[in-house]
Structures are given as C-alpha cells and as structure tokens.
Nanobody
Framework: QVQLQEAGGGSVQAGGSLRLSCTAPRFTSNGCAVSWYRQAAGKQREWVSS???????SYEDSVKGRFAISKDKRKDTVYLQMNSLKPEDTAMYFC????????????WGQGTQVTVSS
C-alpha cells in the first residue's frame, strides 16, 4: 500500500528547474519530519532535505541555496523546488515520512526520476 506519492520529475538541461511534490496524507502534520532523499544509479540513497513540524528546514550542503523544501498542510503535500540543476543532481528522488510517537518507522514513496543533462 503506497502511502506517499512523488511526482514532478523529468528531464531538464543544466541550469533548469523542477518542482517535485510528495502527497503524504497523515504525514505532514503528525509531528514527524518529511524528508527528500535521492539515489543515483550505482550509488547509495542519500538525504537531501527535511521539513520539520516546527518549521525548521534542513538541507544537504550540495543543494543549499538551490533547493527549497516547503509543505501545504491543506493538501498534505511536501514540495521540493529545485533550481540551478546540475548533472550531478540526476537521480531517483524519494520522499520519506514517519509515524509518531518515535518517528523511527519510515514510510517511502516509489520515487520520481530527475535527469539533468549538460
């Protein structure tokens, strides 16, 4: 049963922008963070960004200043605005939610592919 659903991936040229969305009913306001991860071909999945219930935003160093995470509680959706895309941003992007009270049980979407050409 898919509980989180990503969308918005695609192919763009370097310098372009994409906005990913993660529809996550019951995850955006449950007290746990919602996060974006990415996995490039042949590499391990890596954390990209998180948005916490208290409004704190955090980013992996390589995307700071280029990516912006946000959420719309009414739509139960978390967004990842990606600007100034680079070929090294090419990956499958996943969103992850968790359940309270410990926020230690993780739920993943199926991912959306982002391809950036030089």
């Amino acid at each position: 049963q898919v509980q989180l659903q990503e969308a918005g991936g695609g192919s763009v040229q370097a310098g372009g922008s994409l906005r990913l969305s993660c529809t996550a009913p019951r995850f955006t306001s449950n007290g746990c963070a919602v996060s974006w991860y990415r996995q490039a071909a042949g590499k391990q999945r890596e954390w990209v960004s998180s948005i916490y219930t208290n409004g704190i935003l955090s980013y992996e160093d390589s995307v700071k200043g280029r990516f912006a995470i946000s959420k719309d509680k009414r739509k139960d959706t978390v967004y990842l605005q990606m600007n100034s895309l680079k070929p090294e941003d090419t990956a499958m992007y996943f969103c992850k939610g968790s359940r309270p009270p410990s926020c230690s049980s993780d739920y993943w979407g199926q991912g959306t592919q982002v391809t950036v050409s030089s």
